[in-house]
């Protein structure tokens, strides 16, 4: 009995050896201190083309992998200034501290290496919403424009192969696209057989694309004819 109490008595000192200086870590700098950190006027930075990827890779889900806030692991780093110039080095976890984190966030544009620190920028969310609104609208805009392909009646076989191909493409990535078939001036008249093959081979592709045509045919085969197809679930 004595060896078990001497083994607790033991295991108690290195528990209030240990131990107890983890809690004590635990209190927050301003309390063990007696000071806290002052709060600084955001300096707006407006966002500009030096850290465009960046900027624009943490404005929504799409941009993953971009470091800020948080995410930046250097202790110490460089602000770019109103001026394109960079400030002295500060704390991380100081610049953080000074800004509004509902209008701003903190963008490491510059890793940095051994010899230098890395560069950050202060990002206005607004700017960059509205930046990102930008960009959709202007691939919706793409993606909606019409891609316009016009096909001889007297087109040789590999040349519709390309054009097939072509059409398969424009499809695939969701456009809309207008065939236009047509006798070109100049060009010899096409025979049955081949306004035929250009017809089918086209409804085949179309087919074969899980495309379908957005209005009926417009035209005359052998003459002009205009068709406007897009994938069916694009």
């Known amino acids: 009995m004595k060896h078990i109490r001497g083994l607790v008595s033991t295991a108690q000192a290195l528990r209030h050896t240990f131990l107890r200086p983890l809690e004590i870590s635990r209190i927050p700098l301003t309390t063990r201190y007696g000071f806290s950190q002052p709060q600084r006027q955001v300096r707006s930075i407006q966002y500009s083309g ?3 990827s960046a900027a624009a890779n943490a404005a929504g889900p799409k941009t993953q992998g971009i470091i ?5 692991r250097a202790q110490q780093i460089q602000l770019v200034n ?3 110039g960079l400030d002295p080095p500060e704390r991380t976890i100081n610049v953080l501290r000074s800004i509004n ?3 701003y966030f903190l963008v490491q544009v510059s890793p940095g290496s ?7 920028k202060l990002m206005s969310k607004k700017a960059l919403r509205e ?3 930008a960009k959709s609208k202007a691939a919706h805009a793409a993606k909606t424009a019409v891609k316009q392909l016009e096909l001889n009646w007297a087109i040789d076989a590999h040349d519709l192969s390309h054009r097939m191909k072509q059409l398969v493409s424009f499809l ?6 207008e065939i236009i078939l047509t006798r070109k001036k100049g060009k010899r008249p096409p025979v049955a057989e081949e306004v ?8 085949d592709t179309v087919r074969d694309a899980d495309a379908a045509q957005m209005k009926p045919m417009e035209g005359e085969p052998g003459k002009h004819v205009l068709m406007v197809v897009k994938k069916k679930d694009a």
């Open 50 to 52: 030096g850290a465009k």
């Open 131 to 133: 930046q990102e609104k």
């Open 196 to 203: 035929k093959k250009v017809m089918d081979t086209v409804l």
């Open 82 to 84: 109103e001026s394109g």
């Open 114 to 120: 051994a010899d230098r620190l890395p560069v950050c």
């Open 101 to 103: 984190r509902s209008e």
């Open 68 to 72: 800020k806030d948080e995410d930046i």
């Open 172 to 177: 695939e990535k969701g456009r809309k696209v």
